[in-house]
């Protein structure tokens, strides 16, 4: 397959186009809510850190965790263009905070 054959480069994509973007908000003014969710180490990188994660093997604690940290970016960049309110932004942030505490004590308990 040739996005298998292309995948082993991605981290060193990420990494560039991350410093192309700081570069260039030198130059160019960006929303930094979105640029910095998106392109920054965010969304991007957690992608690709969960990638990796899977691929090593990594518990799914740690697995989780990376995809928690990807759906609260998304929330953040929703709540800034005012397409969630804060008081949905908030308890959605809560609420999903606490369901992936327990949904990993869950499956730690679990495997025990």
């Known amino acids: 397959m040739i996005?298998?054959?292309?995948i082993k480069h991605l981290p060193t994509i990420v990494i560039f186009l991350s410093v192309v973007v700081s570069?260039?908000?030198?130059?160019i003014d960006f929303n930094y809510v979105l640029v910095g969710n998106v392109i920054g180490y965010?969304?991007?990188?957690?992608?690709?850190?969960?990638y990796?994660?899977?691929?090593?093997?990594?518990?799914?604690h740690t697995i989780i965790?990376?995809?928690?940290?990807?759906v609260l970016n998304i929330f953040n960049i929703l709540n800034s263009y005012d397409v969630i309110d804060y008081k949905?932004?908030?308890l959605t942030y809560d609420g999903l905070t606490l369901l992936i505490m327990f949904l990993t004590?869950?499956?730690?308990?679990?495997?025990?």
């Open 65 to 70: 965790a990376m995809c928690n940290l990807t």
């Open 105 to 112: 004590m869950f499956i730690y308990s679990a495997k025990k």
């Open 88 to 90: 949905s932004y908030n």
């Open 23 to 27: 570069f260039l908000s030198n130059f």
């Open 52 to 60: 990796f994660l899977k691929r090593l093997k990594y518990c799914v």
């Open 3 to 6: 996005f298998k054959k292309y």
């Open 42 to 50: 965010s969304i991007l990188w957690n992608l690709v850190i969960i």
